[in-house]
């Protein structure tokens, strides 16, 4: 595809459910990282993955938050036992190399989710 | 760790006219800046970014930035703006040795009205 993609575009979870937010890259991407934006507010880091492997999971708020990519390109973003607070858009970005700041990221158009 | 202040939460700007966002950092480390753009329903751009060499960095669209060490600040600039340019803007850093490990502002949002 010509840029990041993420799916759905809208999610709507009554508090309590799990949710999975669907990331995929630009293809050959090595690096991926996921982001959550709060309504107003710039966005803040969740994880990083190189490849398969998570690298940076600093971000991740709690212990319901949790991020795969088992083969190295798509990625899923998972919530188990949503609440209000995890309303926010949720960004992928990727980038071709592992790292290096001549790298640019390419972030997708996010998953916009409210929790009820 | 580091944090970064956007000064104006949103700049109303006549089409043609200077504008000029303000971005101040704070850092005990060597930082990499950036600066995005977010327009509606979009995903972040780059618009440009500082790495190391000359204080005065150009971007895409028109825009260009001064970084300042001695007043941690990175404001972006672009002499005659277009309606085009109405949206949010990011300021972001990242320390040297978290590349894409980025901490962004809250982001100032850019009205161009003709």
């Known amino acids: 595809g010509a840029g990041v993609s993420q799916s759905p575009r809208y999610k709507v979870a009554k508090r309590g459910q799990d949710v999975a937010l669907r990331c995929d890259p630009i293809s050959g991407h090595v690096s991926l990282f996921w982001y959550q934006q709060a309504l107003g507010q710039g966005p803040e880091f969740l994880t990083y993955f190189q490849n398969e492997a998570q690298l940076d999971k600093s971000g991740l708020p709690s212990d319901r938050f949790f991020a795969e990519r088992p083969e190295g390109s798509v990625s899923t973003l998972k919530i188990q036992r949503t609440q209000q607070e995890d309303s926010a858009v949720y960004l992928c970005a990727s980038s071709l190399a592992g790292a290096g700041a001549n790298e640019k990221l390419f972030f997708g158009s996010g998953t916009q989710l409210s929790v009820l | ?114």
């Open chain 2, 1 to 114: 760790a580091q944090s970064v202040t956007q000064l104006d939460s949103q700049v109303p700007v006549f089409e043609e006219a200077p504008v000029e966002l303000r971005c101040n950092y704070s850092s005990s480390v060597s930082v990499y800046l950036f600066w995005y753009v977010q327009y509606p329903n979009q995903g972040l751009q780059l618009l440009l970014k500082y790495l190391s060499g000359s204080t005065l960095v150009k971007g895409i669209n028109g825009f260009e930035a001064e970084f300042n060490k001695s007043q941690t600040s990175f404001h972006l600039r672009k002499p005659s703006v277009h309606i085009s340019d109405t949206a949010e803007y990011f300021c972001a850093v990242s320390d040297r040795g978290s590349w894409g490990k980025l901490q962004f502002g809250a982001g100032t949002q850019v009205v161009v009205t003709p």
